[in-house]
């Protein structure tokens, strides 16, 4: 079993970034974690951040026939990203959506997630704990 853990824009600045928010653990933690997790699991794994909406649906496309399932915090562009909706859609690859915070207790534009529409499963405010979640939700249902 494959899965493709997907990260989009500004989540090269955790550490750095509203830390009152995100916390001060870095990307690099982020990368260690799920890293950690896998092998705990014996999840085979990729992880690839990218600030780049068109990025972003260039990998889902490539992970088709590839991957069994995906990850992903698409980021601001879980608000405003059809392309990423119609991409995941497109390789029908099953999708958990992650988002770090709880969007849904944020400013109202935060409540409208494009992905949720094709994500089999969303996990919300659980910070990198949500990965874990995530992972192992696709290892067991997949
Ligand atoms: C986020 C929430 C989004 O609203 C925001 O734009 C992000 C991160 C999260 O992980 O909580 O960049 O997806």
Same mark, same amino acid.
């Given at each position: ?8 824009? +500004?989540?090269?600045?955790? /550490? ?11 990307? =690099? ?13 014996? $999840? ?15 990998? $889902?496309?490539?992970?088709? /026939?590839?991957?069994? /399932? $995906? ?11 059809? !392309?990423?909706?119609?991409? %995941?859609? !497109?390789?029908? $690859?099953? !999708?958990? @959506? %992650?988002?770090?915070? @709880?969007?849904? @207790? ?12 094709? !994500? =089999?499963?969303?996990?919300? /405010?659980?910070?990198? @704990? ?10 067991? +249902?997949?």
């Amino acid at each position: 079993m494959r899965i493709l853990v997907l990260n989009g824009p +500004n989540l090269n600045m955790l /550490g750095i970034r509203e830390p009152e928010m995100y916390g001060s653990n870095t990307y =690099a933690d982020l990368e260690k974690f799920v890293d950690d997790v896998c092998r705990e699991n014996g $999840i085979d794994y990729e992880i690839y951040q990218t600030n780049w909406e068109g990025a972003l649906v260039d990998r $889902i496309q490539e992970a088709y /026939g590839k991957f069994d /399932g $995906i990850v992903i915090n698409p980021a601001a562009y879980t608000h405003t990203s059809v !392309a990423i909706l119609d991409a %995941v859609k !497109a390789v029908a $690859i099953p !999708a958990v @959506e %992650v988002h770090l915070t @709880e969007v849904n @207790e944020r400013e109202p534009f935060r409540h409208i997630s494009y992905i949720g529409l094709a !994500a =089999a499963k969303t996990i919300t /405010g659980k910070g990198f @704990e949500g990965y874990r979640e995530a992972l192992l939700w696709l290892k067991d +249902n997949l």
